[in-house]
């Protein structure tokens, strides 16, 4: 499997959402973007650790680092090889024993920042997931297969409410791709 090394950009609301946010992700020559839908919790999660709160060092993610990385000499990769379901597939890699552990990509980001773990994703996948990288663009584009199917669902009826009738058609084709064959 041929993968590419993502490095956290930032994180940004997302406008006429106080709840939705986009974690912005590049390849490492800054070619290809990647946006990654959180929530206000872990926003703030962000927020905290870009502006260097106080207490940070005290905070749970961060004491459980520290015990990990003074207990054991373990190696970690962070590891994204699929999307499901409008979630990306995130897991923990042990780089000795490869055993994974999942976890929410948001989660897997904010630990990579934290405490410095490498995050890859399968080269394919990010060329499918991903739009070209502009520094100075005001938007993020998103692929609609990375929107939660609740977020999908709040989308359609808001473009609905606006008379946004093609958007509303796009949004409900990718509702009914992801319902399973007997619920159709």
Not at 113 to 123: T, V
């Amino acid at each position: 499997m041929e993968r590419v090394r993502l490095v956290f950009k930032g994180i940004s609301e997302i406008v006429g959402s106080e709840e939705i946010g986009l974690i912005i992700l590049t390849d490492e020559a800054e070619l290809r973007q990647l946006a990654v839908p959180c929530d206000k919790a872990m926003m703030e999660q962000f927020r905290m650790r870009l502006h260097r709160v106080p207490v940070m060092s005290s905070l749970l993610p961060e004491v459980l680092w520290h015990v990990i990385s003074m207990q054991t000499n373990l190696q970690f990769e962070i590891r994204v090889n699929d999307i499901i379901d409008g979630q990306y597939r995130a897991s923990l890699v042990n780089t000795e024993t490869l055993e994974p552990t999942n976890l929410r990509m948001s989660d897997a980001v904010l630990l990579s920042h934290m405490a410095h773990i490498p995050i890859f994703m399968d080269r394919l996948l990010m060329e499918k997931q991903s739009v070209p990288y502009d520094r100075e663009a005001r938007g993020v584009a998103i692929p609609v297969n990375t929107i939660s199917t609740e977020m999908l669902r709040e989308a359609l009826d808001k473009a609905v409410e606006d008379e946004k009738y093609e958007l509303a058609s796009y949004l409900r084709d990718e509702l009914r791709k992801r319902k399973s064959p007997g619920e159709r």
